[in-house]
């Protein structure tokens, strides 16, 4: 049975385009748009009132674990730097994450971002006390809200020998079931944390399982100097000559980041065409400086690094920041990095994402936004970055199916998922407590 989206305002982000008409959705997919879309007998239909018709957001870096640390007690000794922010916050929370607390985050997470519009999540997990299996976890959260998910485990060397090899089958398991099982829904990369906590033999196995699984490593690149710092000290290159030694600079990496590149290494990442993934937001709460935009226009996608799903929000950041920085980039170029997270997420998943085209997923954002000025596909961008925000989005569907229907999620209840999420999440603060 087809489901017809009427009297929508269609706004499509790549390319930018805007058209008054319908959407037919059948069979997981966009079977039709444009004016010529009439119901017919069977249909279901909702009338869109006008108001704005969006592709599904794709959130390009995230860490679902984080979603339960919302009002977590501050460290004891407020953390000075980024790696004092790691020691005392980020590093102690994931110990602390057993599998129950890690599906939950995953739940309370997905369905933040499905209010947001967001149904794709690029995420990045970590939890070194729960590692086999924990991938499972996080997809069962998000399955649980309707959302497609990119997963990765963190492999890493700060937990020695037996947690990097943890971390490295973690990824292998999870990469060969969903190569058969993923269906479109879920899909894997190879994780990795970053340069400075992870030796050679980490990321020359991280690289095994690239070739092996043929997929993308998912890694933080010079988030903070430290990264390039340690990089030069102990290994007497720069963090992209390191990870270019061990084949990483492929089509299929995403790099998280990349705030504190040398200028001769933008050039390098370009030429591989690896994705980058600018997180604005994190970026200016972690005072680890502002990735050069202007210099990676075209190749960087928009992610929230954990701070909720919501891109919209995040989108607006990333302009005014550059606006702030001066940066050579237009509102055009920061739509685009939407359209780019869609795009990764898309070739990972085998099916087309962030498009209101026929053949693409069917995975769309009715909101109730009728705009009070002219929208057009001229001005299309000047509506996304500060016209539409979150508080508009209504009605979602992921492969046709809804997920969010008058603003209420429908794979669970919102209500009971928060009833526990409040308890799950004080037993993990108070095991956070305890990790020294
Ligand atoms: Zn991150």
């Given at each position: 049975m087809a489901l017809v989206l009427d009297n929508a305002l269609l706004l499509d982000i790549d390319p930018i385009r805007v058209e008054r008409g319908g959407l037919r959705l059948e069979n997981g997919m966009i079977a039709a748009r444009g004016p010529d879309v009439v119901p017919m007998s069977g249909d279901t239909v909702i009338d869109c009132g006008g108001a704005v018709v969006m592709p599904g957001l794709v959130n390009g870096h995230t860490h679902l674990y984080s979603a339960l640390a919302v009002g977590m007690p501050p460290p004891r000794e407020a953390p000075r730097n980024f790696m004092e922010i790691l020691q005392r916050v980020w590093?102690?929370?994931?110990?602390?994450?057993?599998?129950?607390?890690?599906?939950?985050?995953?739940?309370?997470?997905?369905?933040?971002?499905?209010?947001?519009?967001?149904?794709?999540?690029?995420d990045h997990h970590a939890s070194p006390r729960t590692i086999e299996g924990s991938l499972d976890r996080v997809e069962s959260g998000i399955a649980r809200v309707g959302l497609r998910g990119v997963l990765c485990y963190e492999t890493t060397d700060r937990h020695g020998a037996r947690g990097r090899e943890a971390g490295l089958a973690e990824n292998d398991r999870y990469l060969a079931r969903v190569q058969s099982a993923g269906r479109g829904q879920f899909a894997g990369l190879v994780g990795a944390h970053a340069s400075f906590t992870m030796d050679d033999a980490a990321l020359a196995a991280s690289a095994e399982l690239c070739r092996k699984h043929n997929a993308g490593i998912h890694i933080h690149v010079a988030e903070?100097?430290?990264?390039?710092?340690?990089?030069?000290?102990?290994?007497?290159?720069?963090?992209?000559?390191?990870?270019?030694?061990?084949?990483?600079?492929?089509?299929?990496?995403?790099?998280?980041?990349?705030?504190?590149?040398?200028?001769?290494?933008?050039?390098?990442?370009?030429?591989?065409?690896?994705?980058?993934?600018?997180?604005?937001?994190?970026?200016?709460?972690?005072?680890?400086?502002?990735?050069?935009?202007?210099?990676?226009?075209?190749?960087?996608?928009?992610?929230?690094?954990?701070?909720?799903?919501?891109?919209?929000?995040?989108?607006?950041?990333?302009?005014?920041?550059?606006?702030?920085?001066?940066?050579?980039?237009?509102?055009?170029?920061?739509?685009?990095?939407?359209?780019?997270?869609?795009?990764?997420?898309?070739?990972?998943?085998?099916?087309?994402?962030?498009?209101?085209?026929?053949?693409?997923?069917?995975?769309?954002?009715?909101?109730?936004?009728?705009?009070?000025?002219?929208?057009?596909?001229?001005?299309?961008?000047?509506?996304?970055l500060f016209g539409l925000h979150a508080g508009h989005v209504k009605h979602v569907f992921v492969a046709g199916r809804p997920v969010l229907q008058d603003r209420r999620v429908t794979g669970c209840d919102e209500a009971e998922a928060c009833r526990t999420a409040t308890s799950v999440g004080a037993a993990l603060w108070r095991r956070m407590d305890a990790i020294p």
């Amino acid at each position: 049975m087809a489901l017809v989206l009427d009297n929508a305002l269609l706004l499509d982000i790549d390319p930018i385009r805007v058209e008054r008409g319908g959407l037919r959705l059948e069979n997981g997919m966009i079977a039709a748009r444009g004016p010529d879309v009439v119901p017919m007998s069977g249909d279901t239909v909702i009338d869109c009132g006008g108001a704005v018709v969006m592709p599904g957001l794709v959130n390009g870096h995230t860490h679902l674990y984080s979603a339960l640390a919302v009002g977590m007690p501050p460290p004891r000794e407020a953390p000075r730097n980024f790696m004092e922010i790691l020691q005392r916050v980020w590093w102690r929370l994931d110990q602390a994450l057993d599998a129950d607390s890690i599906e939950t985050s995953a739940l309370i997470g997905a369905i933040a971002a499905a209010r947001c519009g967001t149904t794709t999540l690029i995420d990045h997990h970590a939890s070194p006390r729960t590692i086999e299996g924990s991938l499972d976890r996080v997809e069962s959260g998000i399955a649980r809200v309707g959302l497609r998910g990119v997963l990765c485990y963190e492999t890493t060397d700060r937990h020695g020998a037996r947690g990097r090899e943890a971390g490295l089958a973690e990824n292998d398991r999870y990469l060969a079931r969903v190569q058969s099982a993923g269906r479109g829904q879920f899909a894997g990369l190879v994780g990795a944390h970053a340069s400075f906590t992870m030796d050679d033999a980490a990321l020359a196995a991280s690289a095994e399982l690239c070739r092996k699984h043929n997929a993308g490593i998912h890694i933080h690149v010079a988030e903070d100097p430290c990264d390039e710092a340690d990089c030069r000290q102990n290994h007497r290159c720069s963090v992209v000559e390191r990870l270019s030694r061990f084949g990483l600079l492929t089509p299929q990496s995403i790099f998280a980041h990349c705030t504190n590149l040398p200028t001769s290494d933008i050039s390098r990442l370009q030429d591989a065409g690896v994705t980058v993934a600018h997180n604005a937001r994190s970026n200016m709460n972690n005072g680890v400086g502002y990735a050069p935009v202007g210099a990676m226009n075209g190749q960087m996608m928009l992610g929230t690094d954990g701070i909720g799903g919501d891109l919209f929000a995040e989108a607006k950041a990333a302009w005014l920041i550059a606006r702030h920085a001066h940066a050579e980039v237009s509102p055009g170029n920061i739509v685009q990095m939407l359209a780019r997270s869609a795009r990764r997420a898309s070739e990972s998943l085998g099916v087309t994402l962030g498009k209101l085209e026929v053949g693409a997923a069917a995975d769309v954002v009715v909101t109730d936004c009728v705009p009070f000025t002219p929208l057009t596909s001229e001005n299309a961008i000047g509506h996304v970055l500060f016209g539409l925000h979150a508080g508009h989005v209504k009605h979602v569907f992921v492969a046709g199916r809804p997920v969010l229907q008058d603003r209420r999620v429908t794979g669970c209840d919102e209500a009971e998922a928060c009833r526990t999420a409040t308890s799950v999440g004080a037993a993990l603060w108070r095991r956070m407590d305890a990790i020294p």
